[in-house]
């Protein structure tokens, strides 16, 4: 993947699944990461937790 330092994304539905796996990606090559879910649930936060 390209060099995303300095990029800032967005991703939805970053709880688990392809939105996590997609947020990871990005986190990986350096962008900053804005993520969203319908509710701050406990996977929300533990995916939060991991990505950060």
């Not at 996590?20 to 986190?27: C, D, G, L």
């Amino acid at each position: 993947m390209t060099e995303l330092t300095g990029k800032r994304v967005l991703i939805t539905g970053s709880k688990g699944g392809i939105g996590f796996a997609i947020a990871k990606k990005f986190a990986e090559a350096g962008a900053e990461l804005v993520l969203h879910a319908r509710n701050e649930s406990p996977e929300f936060i533990e995916a939060k937790t991991k990505l950060s």
